[in-house]
């Protein structure tokens, strides 16, 4: 009997069913991984309201840029039958799709009753930021209503944080629906009811979220007006503080409060991130290179160079050589070729001032350079139409302080007066008071921001015991003195 020998044509390992088949089970156990982690937090969350200690919380919500990159169907429908019971998941269900690979969550028992109100908003909260990131604007924007309904039915104090948080999240929506005008109303409300429950992370939240609204209407005065009405809360946090500070520093700058404007904008850019929220900083460097320009200053070159910054600061570059060499033919272009984009960076409004200062410039530089010129030959290094204008732009100059000079209308000339020393003037002691008083604020902004551990003052008290045991101490001294001085007289 002859027995047939067949090969058996085995699987490459490399093959794309195998590869498939590990990239699926990899994909499993990082969604599980994920799952474990959003738990921990729930159980953080649950740990903070009992214990009444915000710190737990906090510490979830400074977590969760990471979680907002692990989050995904599969995860959040996992976390949905694990936390609500049977019949409170279909509200939350509805909100997220059917998911494409299942997670092993037989191991974990399901909730046998409702979470608490801070657990149930953290969870809503978790599903907004998802469908913001899936691009589903209306389904945001109806599930951040729905959020908005539970939190204005609670009054809990530990619930005041994680309401912060989605205040931010509702305004976003709103913003990115074209619906932002609509909840103005709403967020007044808010912030009234946060001011009588000392709801200082609310405060800080909500007040940034109005004065976004106000400035995306360009409704400055409205802006300005909140500003003068309403206190910012000394204990809200650094990221509140620097975008407080960077609308502020737009106010300023729109109603000409140019120095006041750039002090909050290096404010604001100090207390951003430095190793994150590169957009933050682009947006408020922008703004400040162009007040820099309107208060006569020239940007450092250290600034342009940056690594995070030379791409989107490149236009604002081209526009400060023109200031600095009092090109108007320069300005002019760099206008035409980036006005779109200085209009996106809402400076374009601003940069048509500098106009004025690109003018000073050359007419400072003209001085320098001739002793005595006709109008004429200003319009023309200018570029303006009739040497009329340009005898009426050096007048003002002369008037404003820009060039020493004197006017001969006679004669038809500018006579420039000889240069004197600048140390016999007042500008070397406004330069040094200007820096005493950056370095002063910089100091009292840093002594604010410090942190000190939760009750630590409570260590160096001393207890009842310890305070009654001292008291007997002194007694006693007190008076075996006494019968000293008893002692001592006959």
Same mark, same amino acid.
């Given at each position: 009997m002859v027995v047939e020998s067949t090969d058996v044509e085995m699987k490459n390992a490399d093959s794309p069913a195998a590869a498939g088949a590990e990239t699926g089970d990899s994909k499993k156990d990082t969604d599980l991984q994920s799952l474990l982690e959003i738990r921990e937090h729930v159980r953080q969350i649950e740990k903070a309201v009992t214990s009444k200690e915000p710190r737990f919380i906090l510490r979830v919500l400074r977590s969760l840029p990471s979680t907002r990159r692990k989050l995904n169907p599969a995860v959040l429908r996992g976390l949905i039958n694990q936390i609500y019971p049977g019949g409170e998941r279909d509200g939350l269900l509805s909100f997220v799709e059917e998911p494409t690979t299942e997670i092993d969550t037989a191991r974990i028992r399901s909730a046998v009753k409702s979470p608490v109100a801070e657990v149930d908003v953290y969870m809503y909260l978790l599903i907004v930021v998802r469908l913001l990131d899936s691009g589903k604007l209306e389904e945001a924007s109806n599930c951040s209503q729905l959020l908005m309904n539970k939190i204005t039915s609670q009054n809990r104090r530990s619930l005041d944080l994680i309401a912060a948080k989605c205040y931010f999240y509702h305004s976003r929506c709103a913003e990115l629906t074209g619906k932002l005008d609509s909840i103005?109303?709403?967020?007044?409300?808010?912030?009234?009811t946060a001011t009588l429950r000392?709801?200082?992370?609310?405060?800080?939240?909500?007040?940034?979220?109005?004065?976004?609204?106000?400035?995306?209407y360009s409704l400055y005065d409205q802006s300005d007006k909140l500003v003068s009405k309403c206190v910012f809360p *000394?204990?809200?946090? !650094?990221n509140e503080w620097a975008r407080f500070l960077y609308y502020l520093g737009r106010i300023k700058a729109a109603r000409l409060e140019y120095s006041v404007a750039h002090k909050h904008l290096v404010q604001a850019m100090r207390k951003a991130p430095q190793n994150a929220a590169v957009g933050f900083r682009q947006t408020a460097q922008k703004l400040a290179v162009v007040v820099e320009l309107l208060l006569g200053d020239i940007p450092e070159r250290q600034i342009f160079r940056q690594a995070a910054l030379r791409h989107s600061l490149a236009p604002y570059f081209q526009l400060t050589q023109a200031v600095r060499m009092?090109?108007?033919?320069?300005?002019? *272009?760099?206008?035409? !070729?980036?006005?779109?984009?200085?209009?996106q960076d809402h400076t374009f409004t601003l940069i048509l001032r500098l106009r004025h200062n690109v003018i000073k410039t050359a007419i400072r530089s003209i001085g320098l350079s001739y002793s005595r010129i006709s109008p004429q030959d200003i319009a023309r290094k200018l570029g303006l139409d009739s040497a009329e204008d340009a005898e009426f732009i050096v007048a003002k100059a002369i008037r404003d302080?820009?060039?020493?000079?004197?006017l001969d209308p006679e004669r038809g000339y500018m006579r420039s007066k000889e240069s004197t020393d600048i140390y016999c003037t007042r500008e070397p002691q406004l330069a040094f008071h200007q820096r005493i008083s950056f370095c002063l604020d910089l100091h009292n902004q840093s002594v604010k921001a410090m942190r000190y551990p939760p009750k630590a003052y409570g260590k160096e008290l001393e207890s009842a015991e310890e305070r009654r045991e001292r008291e007997q101490q002194d007694l006693e001294l007190a008076k075996e003195m006494a019968e000293e001085d008893d002692d001592g007289f006959p």
């Amino acid at each position: 009997m002859v027995v047939e020998s067949t090969d058996v044509e085995m699987k490459n390992a490399d093959s794309p069913a195998a590869a498939g088949a590990e990239t699926g089970d990899s994909k499993k156990d990082t969604d599980l991984q994920s799952l474990l982690e959003i738990r921990e937090h729930v159980r953080q969350i649950e740990k903070a309201v009992t214990s009444k200690e915000p710190r737990f919380i906090l510490r979830v919500l400074r977590s969760l840029p990471s979680t907002r990159r692990k989050l995904n169907p599969a995860v959040l429908r996992g976390l949905i039958n694990q936390i609500y019971p049977g019949g409170e998941r279909d509200g939350l269900l509805s909100f997220v799709e059917e998911p494409t690979t299942e997670i092993d969550t037989a191991r974990i028992r399901s909730a046998v009753k409702s979470p608490v109100a801070e657990v149930d908003v953290y969870m809503y909260l978790l599903i907004v930021v998802r469908l913001l990131d899936s691009g589903k604007l209306e389904e945001a924007s109806n599930c951040s209503q729905l959020l908005m309904n539970k939190i204005t039915s609670q009054n809990r104090r530990s619930l005041d944080l994680i309401a912060a948080k989605c205040y931010f999240y509702h305004s976003r929506c709103a913003e990115l629906t074209g619906k932002l005008d609509s909840i103005r109303g709403f967020l007044h409300a808010r912030l009234r009811t946060a001011t009588l429950r000392n709801d200082f992370e609310g405060q800080a939240v909500i007040i940034n979220c109005l004065l976004r609204n106000y400035l995306h209407y360009s409704l400055y005065d409205q802006s300005d007006k909140l500003v003068s009405k309403c206190v910012f809360p *000394e204990t809200a946090s !650094n990221n509140e503080w620097a975008r407080f500070l960077y609308y502020l520093g737009r106010i300023k700058a729109a109603r000409l409060e140019y120095s006041v404007a750039h002090k909050h904008l290096v404010q604001a850019m100090r207390k951003a991130p430095q190793n994150a929220a590169v957009g933050f900083r682009q947006t408020a460097q922008k703004l400040a290179v162009v007040v820099e320009l309107l208060l006569g200053d020239i940007p450092e070159r250290q600034i342009f160079r940056q690594a995070a910054l030379r791409h989107s600061l490149a236009p604002y570059f081209q526009l400060t050589q023109a200031v600095r060499m009092g090109n108007l033919q320069r300005f002019g *272009e760099v206008l035409e !070729n980036f006005g779109p984009q200085f209009r996106q960076d809402h400076t374009f409004t601003l940069i048509l001032r500098l106009r004025h200062n690109v003018i000073k410039t050359a007419i400072r530089s003209i001085g320098l350079s001739y002793s005595r010129i006709s109008p004429q030959d200003i319009a023309r290094k200018l570029g303006l139409d009739s040497a009329e204008d340009a005898e009426f732009i050096v007048a003002k100059a002369i008037r404003d302080g820009v060039i020493e000079a004197t006017l001969d209308p006679e004669r038809g000339y500018m006579r420039s007066k000889e240069s004197t020393d600048i140390y016999c003037t007042r500008e070397p002691q406004l330069a040094f008071h200007q820096r005493i008083s950056f370095c002063l604020d910089l100091h009292n902004q840093s002594v604010k921001a410090m942190r000190y551990p939760p009750k630590a003052y409570g260590k160096e008290l001393e207890s009842a015991e310890e305070r009654r045991e001292r008291e007997q101490q002194d007694l006693e001294l007190a008076k075996e003195m006494a019968e000293e001085d008893d002692d001592g007289f006959p």
